[in-house]
Nanobody, 115 residues
Framework: QVQLVESGGGLVQAGGSLRLSCVASGTSSSIPLMGWYRQAPGKQRELVATITNGGNTNYADSVKGRFTISRDNAKNTVYLQMNSLKPEDTAVYYC?????????WGQGTQVTVSS
């Protein structure tokens, strides 16, 4: 059974940086599409960024130029480097993995940006 475990969240001041990590276990092959979503209180979960096995990336307009997604297929790990953080980036961040037959979610990690 595939499990995704996030780490790296926390409290940071506006303008600061955080790096999130997500390790996938329970799979013998890398998951084709990995990504990060976030959900702020009272709002719907939204896409932040995705990355394919080959390294092709996609970002939400709100994070372009500030966030960078990357992955290490050998370690089954995906990262989200978040720079120039803003209070509106405050949310629970979820790791996501997708195959044709299934979607997987992590338990989420809280990111809080103070003004």
């Amino acid at each position: 059974q595939v499990q995704l475990v996030e780490s790296g969240g926390g409290l940071v001041q506006a303008g600061g940086s955080l790096r999130l990590s997500c390790v996938a276990s329970g799979t013998s092959s890398s998951i084709p599409l990995m990504g990060w979503y976030r959900q702020a209180p009272g709002k719907q979960r939204e896409l932040v960024a995705t990355i394919t096995n080959g390294g092709n990336t996609n970002y939400a307009d709100s994070v372009k130029g500030r966030f960078t997604i990357s992955r290490d297929n050998a370690k089954n790990t995906v990262y989200l480097q978040m720079n120039s953080l803003k209070p509106e980036d405050t949310a629970v961040y979820y790791c996501n993995g997708r195959r044709i037959s299934a979607w997987y979610w992590g338990q989420g990690t809280q990111v809080t940006v103070s003004s």
